[in-house]
């Protein structure tokens, strides 16, 4: 089809590549806006469009003194988080969606949203995104274009995405793209007055993976609007993964150097707030030890040529959970927003024009809440929180100052231990190191965590996680495990990454964490790193390798030992019962469970003791 020239900006595009355009006009004459713009990814853009933001009353500069570029906004109310219940895979057989997964009929969905979409960017401005996941001088560039009704969602881009000459460039050339629609669902009648955050109470987060293709509607929001993130670069990305022979995980991905300087890469994949950001970026305590950062969120790894397994981060940027980020829990995520170009989203405003938090530094006096009303210490609105729990600080990579230097290498970071962690009050040990690959994929499999404010619903209940992926599978859950089988089983077993299970959110009985965590979960690495050189002991229990106090370096811990000790301890009878809830996990899944998971299962009631 031919542009609809009455749309301003819809002529002489800066891309050449055919497909591109027809689709771009395509959703124009769909949505309707009142102009099209083509995003560069350049300074002049991000200036731009900020100000703009910030004369929308979207945006409100901070003090350029204290985060210079950086901008605070706040979301509608109910307009805060994932809306997982909204989210589908919609496979063209309901089985490849399978049971972890809201799914619906491909044409029907595209007929749905077709109408939502139709005139639903009427007074807005037609954003196209050419974006790139991972480097651009990858061997194959993995490409989308993102088109929204939103500032917000391109100014995000620009922080969490590669995008700019060499994106365009690629994208002229036959490499394939994802097509990710966006709208936040509120056209502008004329003369009507904006609000400072469109949206709709209708939201869709859709996924097309045999089309490798992105429909989201009605939210403004990280996760269900940034598309380059959870819908690309797990949701589709699992889906080629499979296909493909590599995984696309929820996981950071940190580098460790040891006082020999020697140099180990690990993954771990940890539920929405439960620490991968925190973990990626630590301090160790333990002298001598050193962490370098690559990752927060995402990792893809493919094997190399030498048989090992090397990680991706397809992020440029991170956006991260800001309650409870302070100059002690993560310093080195405080001195990434220090140096500015950095976006806030519904964290707290100060009378000074800078950000603030629950658990940060110096509690002020007065701040506005993001629901923009006063709130002081004391007022605190009846107990409720300054900051919303899922406010988010979206900032550069490259401000990161323990960024690792190979963090942009194309080829990635060849991974020596893969975490499994979850946030469990009980029963799940400080650390344990599986038996072999498959006792690994059973682990990560059988995560379970409480659930976070990183997604609308109830906080705290437990619910299996499996790989940290439940939201973020893109296909059926009983396949994925099986991919995770495959993978080990077509690698050398020497080389494959170890896997070991963390739980950093142990209590004791008054509701105390029984382990320091943070900075501290440097010892735990430590052990982890060597187990791998075959320095460290473990006690072999029923559920694997497990430490005891006197195996993990704990010189200089102020925890009381028995404390320690609970965190590390493997209770049988807690154990037991956990049986009962693994097994109505894998009946959930019916015939697709792997038949070695259900072997899994057996050898460990029979180590349990348990018929
Ligand atoms: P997403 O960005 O949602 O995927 O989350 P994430 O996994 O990156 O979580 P993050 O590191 O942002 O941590 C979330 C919350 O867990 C924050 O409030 C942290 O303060 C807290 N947290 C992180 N690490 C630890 C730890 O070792 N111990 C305890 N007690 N809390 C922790
Ligand atoms: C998560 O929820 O896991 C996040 C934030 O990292 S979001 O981008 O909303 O997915
Ligand atoms: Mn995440």
């Keep these: 089809m031919t542009a609809v020239p009455t749309i301003q900006g819809l002529e002489n595009p800066p891309i050449g590549r055919r497909e591109v355009l027809d689709w771009v006009a395509e959703v124009a004459d769909l949505t309707t806006p009142d102009r099209v713009v083509w995003c560069d990814g350049s300074q002049e853009e991000w200036d731009r469009l900020t100000k703009e933001l910030v004369d929308a009353g979207t945006f409100v500069q901070l003090d350029p003194d204290k985060k210079p570029n950086s901008f605070y906004a706040a979301s509608d109310p109910d307009d805060v988080a994932r809306v997982e219940e909204r989210t589908y895979i919609c496979s063209v057989d309901p089985a490849d969606a399978g049971v972890t997964n809201n799914w619906m009929d491909p044409a029907e969905m595209k007929a749905t949203m077709t109408e939502l979409y139709r005139g639903c960017m009427r007074g807005r401005t037609l954003y ?126 940190l580098k460790l150097i040891s006082p020999e300087e020697k140099v180990y890469y690990v993954a771990a994949a940890f539920p929405s707030a439960c620490g991968k950001t925190n973990l990626a970026m630590l301090e160790p305590t333990i002298p001598g030890w050193k962490v370098e ?23 440029a940027g991170f956006f991260g959970v800001a309650p409870g980020t302070n100059w002690k829990t993560n310093p080195n995520a405080m001195r990434t927003i220090e140096r500015g170009n950095s976006l806030f989203t519904n964290v707290a405003l100060t009378d000074d024009k800078d950000i603030w938090w629950e658990g940060m530094e110096g509690e002020p006096e007065h701040v506005l809440s993001w629901k923009g009303q006063d709130w002081s210490p004391a007022n605190g609105e009846a107990g409720q929180p300054a900051a919303h729990p899922n ?29 499994f962690g979850g946030r469990r009050k009980t029963t799940i040990p400080l650390v344990n190191e599986s038996f072999d690959w498959q006792h690994g994929t059973f682990m990560g499999a059988t995560l379970s965590s409480e659930k976070t404010a ?100 704990l010189d ?5 030992l028995e404390d320690i000790e609970a965190s590390l301890k493997v209770d049988i009878e807690e154990w037991r019962a956990e049986i009962p809830l693994i097994e109505e996990w894998f009946d959930s899944i019916g015939e697709k469970l792997p038949t070695s998971m259900r072997d899994e299962l057996e050898a460990l009631k029979q180590r349990l003791g348990v018929s």
């Excluded at 061997?139 to 365009?168: C, F, K, N, W």
């Excluded at 290498?409 to 231990?417: C, E, K, L, Q």
């Excluded at 200089?556 to 009381?560: A, C, K, L, R, T």
Aim: glycine fraction near 10%; include cysteine; hydrophobic fraction near 40%.
């Design 128 to 253: 196209v995104i050419p974006f790139c996941m991972g480097p651009t001088s990858a061997e194959r560039p993995m490409l989308g274009v993102e088109l929204s009704d939103s500032a917000y969602v391109v100014v995000s881009m620009h922080i969490m995405t590669r995008m700019g000459a060499e994106v365009q460039r690629l994208l002229d050339g036959d490499t394939d793209w994802v097509p990710a629609l966006h709208s936040l669902g509120a056209p502008l009648e004329p003369g009507q007055e904006d609000v400072r955050w469109p949206c709709n109470q209708t939201k869709y987060i859709t996924h097309f993976p045999e089309e490798r293709m992105i429909w989201s509607y009605g939210s403004g929001y990280g996760g269900n609007a940034l598309l380059g993130k959870k819908c690309y670069s797990l949701r589709i990305a699992s889906a080629m993964a499979r296909d493909e022979g590599w995984l696309a995980e929820h996981m950071l991905i």
């Design 293 to 315: 950062t690559l990752g927060d969120d995402i990792a893809w790894m493919h094997f190399g040529a030498d048989g090992r397994l090397y990680a991706v981060n397809p992020e």
């Design 454 to 553: 990183a997604a609308a619903g109830a906080v705290g209940q437990v619910r299996r996680d499996p790989m940290a992926m439940i939201p973020f599978i893109g296909y059926n859950v009983g396949d994925y495990f099986q991919h995770w089988i495959d993978v080990g089983k077509g690698a050398d077993a020497d080389k494959l990454p170890r896997i070991f299970y963390v739980n950093w959110f142990r209590r004791g009985d008054d509701g105390r964490f029984l382990w320091p965590g943070f900075g501290e979960n440097g010892r735990v690495l430590k052990w982890i790193i060597q187990r791998l050189e075959g320095k460290a002991a473990a006690t072999e229990t029923a559920i694997g390798h497990v430490p005891t106090a006197d195996q993990i370096d």
């Design 391 to 419: 406010s988010r600080y979206c900032t550069p990579m490259s401000q990161c100052p323990i960024l690792a230097p190979e963090w942009d290498d194309p080829n990635g970071v060849p991974i020596s231990a893969i975490l």
């Design 556 to 560: 200089g811990v102020s925890e009381p």
